[in-house]
Each structure stands twice: as structure tokens, then as C-alpha cells.
């Protein structure tokens, strides 16, 4: 199929990697934009993560608790501007879904649109739609998640990221673990583990993941003519690299690289005397995922003056 200079463009973007690489996979992928990054991964390229393919929209993720620390609603709420999501009517607003999340617990974001907002007879979706027309731009509920159990949570630049994370303890709820639960949701926000631990690694991803390290070994002129059982060997070498980057309790704990997050979490349960587990774990990040309009600012200057 013939690949258009957007598509192009876009993968460009998303990689950091070069036109012609771009092209080229885009080429040997038939289009298909997940299977160009890996074929561009396989190649032994380095390709970044998050670029400005996935330019974050305005707005706030926020956290709240209920009363007994039980339960936890996190919630993102998108704006067309910065200046918006600063505005107190805008935060109150938000905050005010959160509270009708923990009343109601809502299955799904169309259930929740229809619930009572908390402290009005109208319903959120009655709610956005004032909001919208008094502050004159869109405004989207976006998605939320409800936690039960114990929790411990961070929110990252005045709203960019949030993170829930959940725990399996018999301890009881102190400055000492609320402090411990904030430090391993700030490693989540800072690291972007991907998975709690090992086990956790559903199959087919690691099996993509050896795919991928086995086709980077085969391509490398030094190693291409190792036996299969060498490159074999290599290849459970460099998943234990990739569990140190895609598993929480596997990483470098950000506040002590001498240790892993994973004896961090149990030098605290003995000096707190009980055990101590990380359950799951949610991460949302302000408007991931959605592409917001690339204005072209000489364009539009050139029209003013030119009277267009």
C-alpha cells in the first residue's frame, strides 16, 4: 500500500527516528503504525517512548479519598486551555465529581454523568454543560477508576499525573506508611514501570519482548553468526534488563539506586513490623493519548495582515 507523508510524519514523531527508517518500516509493516515500531525496535533503534504524537490536552487529574481512607476515585477532566484548568470554579468543579464518584460509585462514565452531582439537584452532565457554557470552552469528563482497599496516592505537577497505588498489609494506617505509599507512587510517576513484578508480565508480552531481542541480536554483525543456543542465552540475559525497567519492585529505587524498589518495600514492612505488598497499581496521565491541534501561529499572523 502506498505510505502518505503523514503517516510518515506521525511515526516520526512518535519514535524520534529518522524520515527515511520511518518510511521504510511503514513500508515493510503495510501501513501498520505498532508493527513499524517494533520492526524499528527489532533494528536495534532507539525509539522514544512518548514524543509529540502524544501531545497531552489541558485539564487536571486528580485524587480523593473517601472518609475512612477505604476507597479512592481518580478521575481526569479535560479543558481546551492551561488557563482554564487553573481556574478555582474549574478545580471546585472537578473535585465536586470526585466526591459524587466515592457517593455513588458509578459502573462506567455514562452512569456517572447521569448521578446527582454532590451538592446540586442536577446531574454532572447538567453540571459540564454549565460549565461550559459560563466558561465559554469545551470541557470533557474523561475517564475515572474507583480503588477499594488500602492506598496510597500522588499527584504530579499540579495535576499532570496521578497515581493510585494499592496494597496487600496487615498494618495499620500511620504518618510512617502514608509516607512509605507516597514514595512508591512518586517512583511510579517518575520510573513508568509498567508492571508490578515479574509474575505479572502477561506472556505474549514477554514473548513480543524476546522476539524483539532476538531480532536485535540477529541483526548485529558481531553476534549475527553466534550458535542459537548463545543467542539464546543472551536473550534471558537482556530481559532481566528489561524487568528492571518494566517491573516496579525490579527497578532502582529513585531515592536510593543502591537498593530496588523491592527491598525498599521490605526493609519498611520490618521496620514497621507487618507485611507489606503492592497490589496494582493506576496511572493516568493529563491528556494522554489525545492529539491537540497544532496551531500555526506565522500562518494565522500572515492572514491577519493580509486581511484573509
Not at 189 to 211: F, G, H, I
Request: aromatic share 6%.
Amino acid at each position: 500500500m502506498a505510505i502518505t507523508a503523514q503517516q510518515v510524519n506521525e511515526l516520526r514523531k512518535k519514535t524520534g527516528i529518522g524520515m527515511m527508517e520511518c518510511k521504510k518500516a511503514l513500508v515493510e509493516a503495510d501501513g501498520n503504525e505498532e508493527e513499524a515500531i517494533k520492526i524499528l525496535r527489532k533494528k536495534g533503534l532507539a525509539v522514544a517512548e512518548k514524543k509529540a504524537g502524544r501531545v497531552a490536552a489541558e485539564g487536571v487529574v486528580d485524587i480523593m479519598k473517601s472518609e475512612d481512607g477505604l476507597t479512592t476515585a481518580v478521575l481526569e477532566v479535560n479543558s481546551e486551555t492551561d488557563f482554564v484548568a487553573k481556574n478555582a470554579t474549574f478545580k471546585a468543579f472537578v473535585r465536586d465529581i470526585l466526591a459524587t464518584i466515592l457517593k455513588n460509585k458509578p459502573a462506567n462514565l455514562e452512569a456517572l454523568l447521569e448521578c446527582k452531582m454532590e451538592g446540586s439537584d442536577l446531574t454532572v452532565e447538567q453540571v459540564r454543560k454549565d460549565k461550559v457554557f459560563s466558561i465559554g470552552e469545551n470541557i470533557t469528563i474523561r475517564r475515572f477508576q474507583i480503588i477499594e482497599g488500602v492506598t496510597g496516592s500522588y499527584i504530579h505537577n499540579a495535576g499532570a499525573i496521578a497515581v493510585v497505588a494499592k496494597f496487600d498489609t496487615d498494618l495499620t494506617p500511620s504518618p510512617a506508611f502514608d509516607e512509605f505509599a507516597k514514595n512508591i507512587c512518586m517512583q511510579i510517576a517518575a520510573m513508568n514501570a509498567s508492571y508490578v513484578c515479574r509474575e505479572c508480565v502477561p506472556a505474549a508480552a514477554l514473548e513480543n519482548e524476546k522476539e524483539i531481542l532476538l531480532a536485535q541480536i540477529s541483526n548485529d554483525e558481531a553476534l549475527a553468526k553466534k550458535p542459537d543456543a548463545v543467542k539464546q542465552k543472551m536473550v534471558e540475559g537482556r530481559i532481566n534488563k528489561f524487568y528492571q525497567t518494566a517491573c516496579l519492585v525490579d527497578q532502582a529505587y529513585v531515592k536510593d539506586d543502591a537498593i530496588t524498589v523491592g527491598k525498599y518495600i521490605e526493609n519498611t514492612a520490618k521496620e514497621l513490623g507487618g507485611s507489606i505488598k503492592v497490589d496494582s497499581f493506576i496511572k493516568l496521565e493529563r491528556g494522554e493519548g489525545i492529539e491537540k491541534k497544532e496551531e500555526d501561529f506565522a500562518a494565522e499572523i500572515d492572514k491577519l495582515v493580509k486581511g484573509q
